[in-house]
């Protein structure tokens, strides 16, 4: 399983992304808690309440939503 770390602009640690064997991805913020997830054989995103909230793979904005969510508050 490889894991991506995502950066913002100043170079810090907002989240993860994890890709299996399949191309399945499991978006992950700064504390390792899962956002989402992208099924390859259906090509869709998935928030954390299972929910479609894109076609194709979307998790990176997953984990930039959350942040602007965080900086919002």
Do not use: H
């Not at 810090?12 to 989402?36: S, W």
């Not at 997830?37 to 979307?58: H, L, M």
């Amino acid at each position: 399983m490889a894991k991506e770390t995502i950066k913002d602009f100043s170079n810090r640690i907002i989240g993860y992304i994890e890709t299996d064997a399949k191309g399945n991805k499991t978006a992950r913020d700064f504390y390792n808690r899962i956002l989402g997830y992208y099924d390859a054989k259906q090509n869709v995103t998935r928030d954390f309440y299972n929910r479609i909230v894109a076609r194709g793979d979307a998790v990176a904005g997953l984990i930039y939503e959350e942040e602007a969510k965080k900086n919002k508050r």
